[in-house]
Structure formats: C-alpha cells, structure tokens
C-alpha cells in the first residue's frame, strides 16, 4: 500500500495509526481488531483498506512515524556546537525518551522488526521500513565516523562498524530488560545510572579523545526530553516519515 501524499490522506492515516496506538494501549497488541480501528477514528473500513491491507502495515507504520531517526537532523540543527561524543549520543537518547513518550513504541518497535511480522505487510511499507532500520544504522555510522574524521577517535573502518553495532545492540538489549518489567528489581539499580554505566563499558573498547561522563549524558538527555516536550503533538508525523523517505532516496 503507497503511503499517503495529499493532507486529506496524511489526516486520515494519523487518525487511524493514533486509533491504532490507543488500541494497543488498551488491550495489548494481540487483541484489537482491524475493525476497531476503523470504528475508533470514525472511519469506514473502505477508507482503512486504501492506506492499509493488515494489522502488518498498521504495526510497521506505527514504527514509522514513531521512528527516532526521523528528528536526528533537526536536533542537530538546533544544537550546531555538539561535540563528537554528544553526536554519538543522539541515537541512543532518543531512543531512551521515545519510549518514555510513548508507551507503546517499545512494545511496537520489537513487534515491527521481527522478520515474521513486518514480512507479511505490503511490499510499499517493507522497502520503506528496511530503508528507516537502515538509515538508523547508517546514522550511528555517520556519527563514529565523524569523530574519526575529526580526531576525536581513533578507529579502523572495521572499529567503527563495529561501535555501531555495539551501541545498537546495548540498546535493543536494555530497552527490553527494563521495559518488559519482569525483572525483579534487586538485579537492576536505578535506571538512568544502570543505562549510562553498561554504556560506558561500551565506549571503553575505544581510543575516544573525549571521555563519556555522566555530565554530558544528563545533558543530553535534557535536551532531547526538552525536544520532545516542545514537539510532542507533532512528534510522530506522517509528514516526519515522507521527509524521511525522500531523504533516503
């Protein structure tokens, strides 16, 4: 299914994927049905099946324009003084805000990125989704890389790729743990100084010029927070997504 392009369609496709998000609140992602979604924002089902075919394109669209990496270049343009380290913390900050934002974008991010799910929806939204993961993984690159090229580390090709893929990993790791909330809590410490010791240890494999302190860690994350604040009615956007999608072009 194309994503929508006219104000009407990009209307209409919020208030089902918002529809969509308050159902999975409520009832958990197995139970709501495709026509609830349609009775909830006050559609009829044929308008549904023109900007969606299945619960498939709902969850991978929800990811979509939830994605964390559709704001990464207007942080950077509001923040131009970052150093090669805060850069490196973009990705990982807002990954951490998004889902405090939003409840169910932790819950939706693992569904949507399991081969057996985003497999099954339509072949428009699965070439826009493997374009967003990669882009992800792309920027987490970019910002290594810039470090070196700015001789704030000192890595091979190989290293960078490789920091990248730690990052992303410690990520999808800790998101889980903390927010499957299964795990008793004397085997996790206090969340925000948890998150930022194991990422150190994932920085420290490194030669950084610039050490990763808490300082800046708490820093960033008061800025994105204050992002988030500030763009929160328009912070999960099919207009954000369609940016996006021409920017990867």
């Not at 075919?53 to 003084?81: G, I, M, Q, W």
């Not at 973009?90 to 819950?107: G, K, W």
């Not at 050490?211 to 328009?234: C, I, P, T, W």
């Not at 956007?237 to 920017?247: I, T, V």
Request: proline content about 2%.
């Amino acid at each position: 299914m194309q994503c929508p392009h006219s104000d009407v369609q990009i209307e209409r496709c919020h208030r089902l994927l918002d529809s969509t998000e308050s159902l999975i609140e409520k009832q958990g992602l197995i139970s709501f049905k495709l026509s609830q979604v349609s009775k909830e924002s006050e559609l009829s089902n044929s308008t549904f099946y023109k900007l969606f075919e299945s619960k498939e394109d709902l969850l991978v669209c929800c990811f979509l324009r939830n994605a964390t990496s559709n704001h990464f270049s207007e942080f950077e343009r509001l923040y131009p003084e970052l150093t090669s380290v805060e850069k490196v913390l973009i990705p990982i900050i807002f990954s951490f805000e998004a889902t405090y934002f939003s409840p169910t974008f932790n819950l939706v991010r693992q569904t949507a990125v399991n081969s057996m799910i985003w497999r099954l929806a339509s072949p428009e939204k699965v070439k826009v989704f493997e374009q967003r993961i990669n882009q992800y993984w792309l920027a987490n690159n970019d910002y290594l890389a810039l470090a070196v090229k700015q001789g704030d580390l000192i890595a091979t090709q190989d290293e960078v790729r490789e920091h990248a893929q730690a990052i992303t990993f410690f990520l999808s790791g800790c998101l889980s743990s903390f927010e499957s909330r299964l795990i008793d809590r004397q085997f996790l410490h206090e969340k925000r100084q948890t998150l930022f010791r194991q990422l150190q240890r994932v920085f420290l494999p490194y030669e950084w010029k610039e050490e990763l302190s808490l300082a800046k860690f708490e820093r960033m994350g008061m800025r994105v927070h204050m992002y988030y604040q500030a763009n929160r009615d328009s912070f999960n956007s099919c207009r954000n997504c369609l940016a996006m999608q021409k920017e990867g072009a």
